[in-house]
């Protein structure tokens, strides 16, 4: 359902004059700083939209820098985009990251699920917000409190989404949404739902109504609702006491508590599975088969984004020695006492998510008791935003080890240099103190060994050390480059717009950018050239020297003004233009004009602006698009480059020839003088308050004038507007036809990439010993020990910091046979041979993407698909995609002798 306009509107819109915007940013960055000095919970923030807040904040910053630049000439010399005024933003718009199905009546406005902080919003203080909203006015406010998260160490979060649970009353099926804090307790639960439908909190009992099945009874309580697991969009249930009777509890098929730790035995239970196809308890469909199961077929139920976790419990729920492992009595192992673990809690929740995976058939598991201790222990995987595969990985395999960590007091262990030592004495201290503190089921099957080799650029000075790893993250080898293409505005009259497309740097900068295009489109030395985003018929922001270019997305819009070198013109003309819609709305007050086409920009030098000067600069930009009526009669354009000193006798030849249409616009523009120039009007900084433009309008000069130009018949008649119609995108949709298929790259190229060597970044100095100065040194990462569990993470993701991206390269990894014997350069002659049992995939985009997982199941040598609670067999031959994210082998058995079996602890030293 969509929410009404005066939920988005304040109907007096600001409240207040508008302030300087150097002030406007001093207020907010002060109000802000003093809300990050006081942060506590329940501090209240609220969710702006970040497209209005980006422009908000390009306004404060450019008209700041040019205030400052008025005080100070000499520091404004050059003539750069960077330093000149940008738009004062319009009301305070959250209609692009509110949900549709929010409630009409404003009393819930909800998120449109999936959105990312500082990508889709941006979370702004109480004081902050009340500010913006009396200098802007808009909405509507999106109030969050702020919470604590964490176990061992408390961290402050906004709790942006607030958990939604469907109330069920039993006595006439009404459904409600209620929406609390998951830090709420059950006795606020009882509060609300009894205040909602009338009941006494004493005659009320309500039910985990998990999938629709009674759970467990909820216990008014100061026990939180992220405590008792519930769900985001589950169900709860409300019985009523009637007569002074509960209702009954007989026959009720009630689960365990999942946090039960059962009897430690084997749990493979072999279920029958008959022809035919058969539903699971969460209402999916499951396969059918004639015999019997083993198990590790069972599903993991989606919780609301949770395919990332599901995708890596997967893979771990079929790693042979972990399984074996978990599958026995572990209760020895943990250690509660271990201030880096988590007493042994999620090792406990791991252990039981494993025997439910292999003991229940082919039914789907709810990892509920398990998503509970994760967001216990690590907030950052809280909520119901998709995460990181990987990262899940990554944190799941620290903690299970910390947890199991047979170390129960570790000894201080001081490292020591290399110093020209043999590298295997080195390799086999370093090894030998990592297991002194570190000896768990992890570490036996899991750990492998870097040899890091660093050597400073000045004096020579080599350092090597020997560090253990838990997974191999290995770069995609790619372009370095990517494709733009801008369509050039000849604002001389010169020429129509022409598209053209430039290769720059994939994390260049807009000068970049500006330099290519300067050179294809043989820019003059006596021009320049303005680029810009184009969004929704308006110039959304211009791109400066400085921009990341890595912020340009593919479906962007850009644009580029060829405007003259000569001062640095006092005024920028900005002319945006609104054609007729021809469907007539249902209100009958006739056809409404809409922003279209794309914007014109040109630059005027003038002192002042008169009404005719603007007309005349409009009208020059505007030239190339005239159409012109041949002795036939047939309609032609005027030629492309046309040269500037033609213009005039061009145009009287036109006259001459007849086609009196042409006089049409110049003549109500130029030639009179007492009515208004009647399709120009000028808008204020918000593109609003529109004023008829006369001939002569004197305009005071500024940094930007924004003009309206509505078209009639007339111009169109006069103009062929095709050409400021369809722009294309930054990413040409018609170029992908003419490209050659991505050929795919070898696992074994993306390793060579990883072990060559490489200066480090300038952010990452290392500090010699010898010269005693932080050096770039030169890099070196070297194989000395892999595991017997292998872990392979292709590094698709790359971050900057405006822009995510993926890459979709199809890698070719081996299924069998992964020989990596020759990059071990430890000098033990093992052979270090691999197959390939489970792969973790991600599909899609960044934010919105899916992850599923194939699984070897060894005793079937069969692969199968793990689609969260459906699972399906597939074919070995279609496992290897370009969705492919995390790679899991098993160390095999060799005709050498080399064992495949999990070494011993201590056996490689």
């Given at each position: 359902?969509?929410?009404?306009?005066s939920?988005?509107?304040?109907?007096?819109?600001?409240?207040?004059?508008?302030?300087?915007?150097?002030q406007?940013?001093?207020?907010?960055?002060?109000?802000a700083?003093?809300?990050?000095?006081?942060?506590?919970?329940?501090?209240?923030?609220?969710?702006?939209s970040?497209?209005?807040?980006?422009?908000?904040?390009?306004?404060?910053?450019?008209?700041?820098?040019?205030?400052?630049a008025?005080?100070?000439?000499?520091?404004?010399?050059?003539?750069?985009?960077?330093?000149?005024?940008?738009?004062?933003?319009?009301?305070?718009d959250?209609?692009?990251?509110?949900?549709?199905?929010?409630?009409?009546?404003?009393?819930?406005?909800?998120?449109r699920?999936?959105?990312?902080?500082?990508?889709?919003?941006?979370?702004?203080?109480?004081e902050?917000?009340e500010?913006?909203?009396?200098?802007?006015?808009?909405?509507?406010?999106?109030?969050r409190?702020?919470?604590?998260?964490?176990?061992?160490?408390?961290?402050?979060?906004?709790?942006?989404?607030?958990?939604?649970?469907?109330?069920?009353?039993?006595?006439?099926?009404?459904h409600l949404?209620?929406?609390?804090?998951?830090?709420?307790?059950?006795?606020?639960?009882?509060?609300?739902?009894?205040?909602?439908?009338?009941?006494?909190?004493?005659?009320?009992?309500?039910?985990?109504?998990?999938?629709?099945?009674?759970?467990?009874?909820?216990?008014?309580?100061?026990k939180?609702?992220?405590?008792?697991?519930?769900?985001?969009?589950?169900?709860?249930?409300?019985e009523?006491?009637?007569d002074?009777?509960l209702?009954?509890?007989?026959?009720?098929?009630l689960?365990?508590?999942?946090?039960?730790?059962?009897?430690?035995?084997?749990?493979?239970?072999?279920?029958?599975?008959?022809?035919?196809?058969?539903?699971?308890?969460?209402?999916?469909n499951?396969?059918?088969?004639?015999?019997?199961?083993?198990?590790?077929?069972?599903?993991l139920?989606?919780?609301?984004?949770?395919?990332?976790?599901?995708?890596?419990?997967?893979?771990?729920?079929?790693?042979?020695?972990?399984?074996?492992?978990?599958?026995?009595d572990y209760?020895?192992d943990?250690?509660?006492n271990?201030?880096?673990?988590?007493?042994?809690?999620?090792?406990?929740?791991?252990?039981?998510?494993?025997?439910?995976?292999?003991?229940?058939?082919?039914?789907?598991?709810?990892?509920?008791?398990f998503?509970?201790?994760?967001?216990?222990?690590?907030?950052?995987?809280?909520?119901?935003?998709?995460?990181?595969s990987?990262?899940?990985?990554?944190f799941?395999?620290?903690?299970?080890?910390?947890?199991?960590?047979?170390?129960?007091?570790?000894p201080?262990?001081?490292?020591?240099?290399?110093?020209?030592?043999?590298?295997?004495?080195?390799?086999?201290?370093?090894?030998?103190?990592?297991?002194?503190?570190?000896?768990?089921?992890?570490?036996?099957?899991?750990?492998?060994?870097?040899?890091?080799?660093?050597?400073?650029?000045?004096?020579?000075?080599?350092?090597?050390t020997?560090?253990p790893?838990?997974?191999?993250?290995?770069?995609l080898?790619?372009?370095a480059?990517?494709?733009?293409?801008?369509?050039?505005?000849?604002?001389?009259?010169?020429?129509?717009?022409?598209?053209?497309?430039?290769?720059?740097?994939?994390?260049?900068?807009?000068?970049?950018?500006?330099?290519a295009?300067?050179?294809?489109?043989?820019?003059?030395?006596?021009e320049?050239?303005?680029?810009?985003e184009?969004?929704?018929h308006k110039?959304?922001?211009?791109?400066?020297?400085?921009?990341?270019?890595?912020?340009?997305?593919?479906?962007?819009?850009?644009?580029?003004?060829?405007?003259?070198?000569?001062?640095?013109?006092?005024?920028?003309?900005?002319?945006?233009?609104?054609?007729?819609?021809?469907?007539?709305?249902?209100?009958?007050?006739?056809?409404?004009?809409?922003?279209?086409?794309?914007?014109?920009?040109?630059?005027?030098?003038?002192?002042?602006?008169s009404?005719?000067?603007?007309a005349?600069?409009?009208?020059?930009?505007?030239?190339?698009?005239?159409?012109?009526?041949?002795?036939?009669?047939v309609?032609?354009?005027?030629?492309?480059?046309?040269?500037?000193?033609?213009?005039?006798?061009?145009?009287?030849?036109?006259?001459?020839?007849?086609?009196?249409?042409?006089?049409?616009?110049?003549?109500?523009?130029?030639?009179?003088?007492?009515?208004?120039?009647?399709?120009?009007?000028?808008?204020?900084?918000?593109?609003?308050?529109?004023?008829?433009?006369?001939?002569d309008?004197?305009?005071?000069?500024?940094?930007?004038?924004?003009?309206?130009?509505?078209?009639?018949?007339?111009?169109?008649?006069?103009?062929?507007?095709?050409?400021?119609?369809?722009l294309?995108?930054?990413?040409?949709?018609?170029?992908t036809?003419?490209?050659?298929?991505?050929?795919?790259?070898?696992?074994?190229?993306?390793?060579?990439?990883?072990?060559?060597?490489?200066?480090?970044?300038?952010?990452?100095?290392?500090?010699?010993?010898?010269?005693?100065?932080?050096?770039?040194?030169?890099?070196?990462?070297?194989?000395?020990?892999?595991?017997?569990?292998?872990?392979?993470?292709?590094?698709?993701f790359s971050?900057?910091?405006?822009?995510?991206?993926?890459?979709?390269?199809?890698?070719?990894?081996?299924?069998?046979?992964?020989?990596?014997?020759k990059?071990?350069?430890?000098?033990?002659?093992?052979?270090?041979?691999?197959?390939?049992?489970?792969i973790?995939?991600?599909?899609?985009?960044?934010?919105?993407?899916?992850?599923?997982?194939?699984?070897?199941?060894?005793?079937?040598?069969?692969?199968?698909?793990?689609?969260?609670?459906?699972?399906s067999?597939?074919?070995?031959?279609?496992?290897?995609?370009?969705?492919?994210?995390l790679?899991?082998?098993?160390?095999?058995?060799?005709?050498?002798?080399?064992?495949?079996?999990?070494?011993?602890?201590?056996?490689?030293?």
């Amino acid at each position: 359902m969509t929410i009404p306009d005066s939920q988005f509107m304040l109907e007096s819109g600001a409240s207040c004059l508008p302030v300087p915007a150097d002030q406007e940013r001093r207020i907010v960055e002060e109000l802000a700083s003093k809300a990050q000095a006081d942060l506590r919970e329940g501090n209240l923030y609220y969710v702006v939209s970040n497209r209005w807040y980006s422009s908000w904040q390009r306004y404060v910053e450019r008209n700041s820098d040019q205030h400052l630049a008025a005080k100070q000439p000499e520091l404004h010399s050059l003539d750069t985009t960077s330093s000149e005024m940008a738009d004062r933003p319009g009301p305070i718009d959250n209609g692009d990251i509110v949900s549709d199905e929010s409630s009409s009546d404003g009393d819930h406005v909800d998120l449109r699920r999936m959105l990312e902080e500082e990508k889709d919003y941006v979370l702004v203080p109480q004081e902050v917000w009340e500010k913006l909203l009396g200098w802007y006015g808009g909405g509507p406010a999106l109030p969050r409190k702020m919470i604590t998260q964490g176990y061992y160490q408390k961290s402050f979060m906004v709790e942006v989404y607030l958990l939604r649970l469907t109330l069920i009353d039993a006595r006439d099926s009404t459904h409600l949404v209620i929406r609390l804090s998951r830090k709420a307790t059950i006795e606020e639960l009882y509060r609300n739902v009894c205040s909602l439908r009338n009941v006494d909190v004493a005659k009320a009992q309500i039910w985990d109504y998990f999938n629709k099945q009674k759970i467990a009874l909820l216990v008014n309580s100061n026990k939180s609702l992220e405590e008792e697991n519930l769900q985001l969009d589950q169900h709860i249930l409300l019985e009523v006491q009637a007569d002074g009777v509960l209702p009954s509890q007989v026959g009720m098929d009630l689960a365990k508590n999942d946090l039960a730790l059962v009897a430690f035995e084997p749990s493979r239970s072999s279920v029958t599975i008959t022809e035919g196809p058969t539903t699971s308890n969460d209402g999916s469909n499951v396969l059918s088969e004639t015999k019997g199961d083993k198990g590790g077929l069972a599903g993991l139920q989606n919780l609301g984004n949770t395919c990332f976790m599901n995708s890596a419990i997967q893979c771990l729920a079929h790693t042979p020695p972990i399984v074996e492992y978990f599958l026995q009595d572990y209760t020895g192992d943990i250690n509660i006492n271990n201030p880096l673990g988590m007493e042994g809690e999620l090792a406990l929740a791991f252990g039981e998510l494993l025997r439910q995976l292999w003991s229940s058939g082919r039914t789907s598991v709810p990892p509920r008791a398990f998503k509970g201790k994760l967001a216990r222990f690590a907030p950052q995987f809280s909520g119901y935003n998709q995460h990181d595969s990987q990262e899940l990985l990554a944190f799941l395999l620290d903690g299970l080890h910390e947890d199991l960590n047979r170390v129960k007091r570790k000894p201080y262990l001081e490292a020591k240099d290399s110093n020209g030592r043999p590298d295997k004495e080195v390799a086999d201290e370093s090894w030998r103190y990592h297991r002194a503190r570190n000896d768990s089921i992890i570490v036996d099957v899991c750990q492998g060994q870097y040899k890091s080799t660093l050597v400073c650029p000045v004096c020579g000075k080599i350092s090597i050390t020997f560090d253990p790893f838990m997974y191999l993250t290995l770069p995609l080898p790619s372009s370095a480059t990517r494709t733009i293409t801008v369509t050039v505005f000849y604002v001389d009259g010169t020429g129509l717009p022409m598209p053209y497309t430039v290769t720059v740097p994939k994390h260049g900068r807009g000068k970049d950018l500006n330099q290519a295009l300067g050179v294809v489109c043989c820019l003059r030395t006596d021009e320049r050239l303005l680029l810009a985003e184009v969004y929704e018929h308006k110039i959304f922001q211009y791109i400066d020297d400085f921009t990341d270019l890595t912020s340009i997305k593919d479906n962007d819009c850009l644009v580029a003004y060829r405007l003259p070198n000569r001062g640095k013109g006092k005024t920028r003309l900005e002319v945006s233009s609104r054609w007729i819609d021809r469907v007539v709305p249902d209100n009958l007050k006739g056809p409404e004009r809409k922003y279209s086409g794309t914007p014109l920009v040109t630059v005027l030098d003038e002192e002042s602006l008169s009404g005719a000067r603007i007309a005349e600069a409009i009208t020059k930009m505007l030239l190339p698009l005239r159409r012109v009526c041949s002795t036939s009669g047939v309609i032609l354009h005027k030629e492309n480059n046309i040269d500037s000193s033609d213009e005039v006798s061009n145009s009287n030849h036109a006259k001459s020839e007849g086609n009196h249409e042409m006089d049409g616009l110049e003549d109500d523009l130029l030639n009179n003088e007492s009515s208004p120039l009647l399709h120009l009007f000028l808008a204020d900084d918000r593109g609003s308050n529109h004023k008829p433009v006369n001939r002569d309008t004197v305009i005071r000069p500024g940094n930007i004038v924004k003009i309206l130009l509505d078209w009639t018949e007339k111009e169109h008649e006069l103009y062929d507007a095709s050409y400021l119609k369809d722009l294309p995108e930054v990413h040409k949709s018609g170029m992908t036809a003419k490209k050659t298929r991505q050929e795919a790259i070898s696992l074994f190229s993306c390793l060579d990439a990883f072990l060559k060597e490489e200066p480090l970044g300038p952010d990452d100095m290392w500090y010699c010993p010898s010269c005693k100065e932080h050096r770039q040194a030169t890099k070196k990462l070297d194989l000395w020990k892999l595991p017997d569990i292998l872990v392979v993470h292709l590094k698709r993701f790359s971050y900057s910091r405006y822009f995510k991206n993926k890459l979709n390269t199809v890698v070719n990894f081996p299924i069998h046979n992964l020989d990596l014997t020759k990059y071990v350069k430890s000098e033990a002659g093992h052979s270090y041979v691999y197959e390939l049992y489970a792969i973790s995939n991600h599909y899609g985009g960044l934010g919105g993407g899916h992850y599923t997982a194939f699984a070897k199941l060894l005793d079937d040598d069969r692969w199968y698909h793990f689609d969260d609670s459906h699972v399906s067999p597939v074919s070995e031959t279609d496992i290897g995609t370009s969705a492919a994210y995390l790679l899991f082998y098993q160390r095999v058995r060799t005709k050498t002798g080399d064992t495949s079996q999990p070494r011993e602890r201590e056996s490689d030293e």
